[in-house]
């Protein structure tokens, strides 16, 4: 079975109209063999807060060193999202299997007048993969309610129950006190309850809780009634504020005190960290001593302000403030508008789509009055018509609102008339949010066409790529044509139909795989692959046809691909992404040589641990022609203790010092990296006077983001699971560069709305960090589709473990290295990082020679054109 046959099969199940109770996705699970009972659980229910609570405790969970699985909904631009393990999307071919599995007896089950639900068989594919993986625990968002919802079907180890407020009164009840019942019956025998409830809710939670069992722990909340809180928290917190266009920080007293980093503004995000730190805390301690979790202060701090949650007051630019977020409801949007004063702004300007059954005119009384609105429809069947909604929004007292279509069209035009002082929100619904981002996060993949065995051979690969299923008949990369050049992007599901009828009737090739490749119109919202193919004359015509269609969005992604082939209007090139011309991996591929000042790094620890030594390794590695030096003072390799802050720094700081006594380096012709997660190292090499910062952790850590974008230098962002790695987690890829791709793309957003210039940004694609060898190969292989990011490509490959596959032991890995050094360099990367400068550099330069790509001028230092 194909991915997109099996997820067409899911949101068909959306249909069948919701129950109360658990039996069924009981009766599910049973079929399955019973994986809940191989899995610990943590369930988080509550109004409102539940998916941030949830992701937020499952950072801190992944931070304390635990393998961690989240369950949560709805899904922003892909079903799979749903259903993470350690941070990785559940892979299409692993929803493609379960399905496969389950559909008989789902069949069976419907036929019998007793269906399952979606969100129940979903919640049910969610556990058997948490099983499948054997996760330590794994965190489930509730979906409606608490008692009857398919979550409920787990023993839990710990619970929580954000707060109550009236919400779907015609299931849960019509008062507070009835809701909270209903969300509270999630408490179980021995499993501690964590609440920031208060009042008649915190009183009927601790009623329900005392009858099963459960202890309680409560929370008081940031801005919570003295009156109705709890005398005698767990925690409190304190929210003391903004500190960065995304982040706050938050005081929490009690059982963890401290002073915390969140990117989650506002003080309901605040009451959110509170309950997580809670509720992580007495998850550790229900697994015991065997979960190897250790959940410190420094995984406390980490875990908080690494948990990033899209779509939920999401800032994306700061010139002029552009945000997103997912309110729908008057409850929801007055929580922003509270959110909405932290930041200063001249003027507001809304773009608003929402769903036909939401209350559009008292959700804009709520939020703060706006000086225009543009309204837009989402992708769906639900959305409202944005000229009703215009007209609700001139009830509401907005005077300037101009009716929409498209919704990323219609945060472009608000993008526009704003002055750079001015703020853009984006609101009514998630799925409007989904639309936005998917615009905002496009990225046209160029696909590499000549790695394979013969042109079959490459279009095959290019169409897998694509989520096109075996057997189409496209004639996708089956050309000849010299100038052929093949991309793929994402794009919704009518969009990925018109885009490939058009260059089809330009001349071009071009299949639609994923949910698209059924044809008709995609459930779910999801964005399907498109691949095409195409000379560049029948790209041009292509571009025109799309720039015809002004308004529905497609001008967007015409621009796109211009940029990425190089195109521009008429004859003229289109403008180049950016570059920083001074710097060597502008001019073919850098060496950067690997100096570790380390006692334990996997290769050359202990070998520059002195000064001297240190000195002498820049001074060979400047005399083989070395580009850059990148300083280490901790490992990273498997098994690595972390080095304390001050020891780092006692570490690197001195080398640099010692190494600017090098003329090469003295004279800024070999450049100076420091290979550090830490921002506090950071900012210490770069006062010593390093020229880059190479982050392990591509910048997960808002304060590194902060560092980088206040000196302006280059920064290495690399894509990593673990640091250091861990290697026990074997992650799951649907296709390893792909997935590499966007995961960095989102790294990048976060660098660029922190305000680091793309220009500075080299991508690391995370060689041996969460990777098996084939998908290290690949990732070499296809080294060029990073193209895709506009940012320089360096690859770290140096005896690492990967070179097993090809029969190296760890002691014979120096010819594999130069060898897929020279594969890489021929691919398109900028930068290499290696141990052995010297033959490395050959390497690079003959493959720079053989594609014809270096001048005479430009070849390392020594070398002898005529020897």
Known sequence: MHYHEAAAFLFDLRRFSVKPGTERVAALLDRLGNPEEDVSFVQ???????????????????????????????????????????????????????????????????????????????????????????????????????????????????????????????????????????????????????????????????????????????????????????????????????????????TLSGEAAGTYRIPLVGDHQATNAGIAVALARRTATALGDGSDADLTDAALRDGLARATWPGRFEVVDTEPLTVLDGAHNPAACRTLAGTLAEYDYDDLHLVYGAMHDKDHASAANALPDAASAITCRPDLDRAEDPEVLAAALRTAGVGNVTPGGDVAAALDAAVERAAPGDCVLLVGSLFAVAEARAARMRTVTPRRMGGGTSP?????????????????????????????????????????????????????????????????????????????????????????????????????????????????????????????????????????????????????????????????????????????????GESTRPGAEPVPVDEEIDRVVPTLEAIESVPAVADGDVLVSVDTRKPAVAAAALDAGADIINDVTGLADPEMREVVADAGCPVVVMHSLDAPVDPTNDPEYDDAVDDVIAALRERLALAETAGIDRENVIVDPGIGFGKSAAEAFELIDRVGEFDALDCPVLIGHSHKSMYGAVGRAPDDREHATVAATALAADRGADIVRVHDVAENRAAVDVAAAVNGSRSESGASAGSDPDE
């Not at 992701?55 to 922003?76: N, Q, W």
């Not at 920031?196 to 009634?225: H, I, Y």
């Not at 095959?460 to 004639?475: I, T």
């Open 44 to 250: 988080v229910a509550g109004s409102n807060g539940k998916g941030s609570t949830a992701r937020m405790t499952e950072s801190v969970l992944r931070e304390a060193g635990l393998s961690v699985g989240l369950y949560t909904s709805p899904h922003l631009s892909a079903l799979a999202e749903r259903v993470r393990v350690d941070g990785l999307a559940m892979t299409e071919d692993a929803i493609a299997d379960f399905v496969e599995e389950v559909k008989p007896w789902l069949v069976e089950r419907a036929a019998a007048g007793e269906p399952l639900t979606f969100f129940e068989v979903v919640t049910a594919m969610a556990i058997r993969d948490f099983a499948r993986r054997e996760v330590d625990v794994a965190v489930l968002e509730v979906g409606l309610g608490g008692e009857y919802d398919a979550t409920s079907v787990v023993d839990p180890v710990a619970t929580a129950v954000t707060n109550v407020s009236l919400e779907h009164t015609a299931v849960l009840g019509d008062t507070i006190a009835e809701i909270a019942r209903t969300k509270a019956r999630i408490a179980d025998a021995g499993a501690p309850l964590v609440t920031a409830c208060e009042g008649k809710a915190l009183s009927v939670v601790r009623e329900v809780a005392a009858d099963a069992g459960a202890a309680v722990a409560t929370v008081s909340g940031a801005g919570e009634d003295s009156e109705a809180a709890d005398e005698d928290p767990a925690i409190s917190v304190a929210y003391e504020g903004r500190v960065s266009p995304t982040d706050a920080e938050v």
């Open 456 to 632: 079959a051979a490459n279009a095959a690969q290019a169409l897998d790529a694509g989520g096109v299923p075996a057997g189409d008949d496209s004639g996708v990369g089956r050309r000849e044509a010299i100038d052929h050049r093949v991309l793929s992007l994402r794009l919704r599901g009518d969009r990925a139909e018109r885009i490939a009828a058009a260059l089809r009737e330009a001349g071009g090739d071009a299949a639609i795989g994923g949910l698209g490749a059924g044809g008709g119109r995609v459930p779910g919202g999801e964005r399907v692959p498109v691949t095409l193919a195409g000379t560049v004359a029948e790209y041009r015509d292509l571009l025109d046809r799309l720039r015809e269609r002004e308004g529905d969005g497609f001008a967007g992604v015409a621009d796109d691909i211009a940029d990425r082939l190089g195109i521009g209007d008429g004859d003229e090139p289109a403008a180049a992404g950016p570059t920083a011309a001074d710097y060597p991996w502008t001019d073919g591929t850098a060496v950067m040589g690997v100096l570790n000042v380390t006692p334990d790094s996997f290769h050359d620890g202990g070998r520059h641990a002195g000064l001297d030594d240190a000195v002498a390794g820049v001074e060979r590695m400047a005399e083989a022609g070395v580009d850059i030096v990148d300083v280490g």
